[in-house]
């Protein structure tokens, strides 16, 4: 059996942002995930945001991405599909609609991204995360052409 250490754990997280979002269609647990993703990302300190209406949020950014507390996930359990909506997007399939998601998450310092949904949801995470590193570099050229 592991001995967790939940001193240790407590503050883990502490100065770093997460973001969660539900994609394709309602599922049962999604609300279940939803909540002890949140409470989990508040317990170890970190800021926690949720992304409204699945990867088209996070794409679009705005009002679709809020930060949230404890509250926002009580008595969400019982209910049934997703609190924080799920949509398809045809944006995210391209490079553009992604950049735009890397946009938002970089600025809201979020450094973590928690996908709730199958094969394609997964598959577009998978996307984001293998494109990352020239989606950073493509944004910090857009910054520097922007100043000059």
Do not use: P
């Amino acid at each position: 059996m592991h001995h967790v250490d939940f001193e240790k754990l407590r503050m883990s997280g502490a100065g770093k942002a997460i973001a969660v979002l539900t994609s394709g269609g309602d599922a049962q647990g999604m609300n279940a995930a939803v909540r002890a993703v949140t409470r989990m990302g508040i317990y170890v300190g970190a800021k926690v945001y949720l992304i409204y209406e699945g990867y088209q949020g996070l794409v679009d950014g705005g009002d679709h991405i809020k930060v949230a507390n404890w509250q926002s996930v009580t008595n969400i359990i019982q209910l049934g599909g997703t609190i924080i909506g799920s949509a398809r997007c045809e944006a995210f399939t391209h490079r553009s609609g992604r950049l735009s998601a890397a946009f938002h998450l970089v600025q809201r310092g979020i450094t973590n991204l928690c996908v709730c949904g199958g094969d394609g949801s997964l598959s577009g995470a998978h996307t984001l995360c293998s494109e990352w590193s020239g989606l950073l570099d493509e944004l910090v050229q857009q910054g520097t052409h922007a100043v000059n």
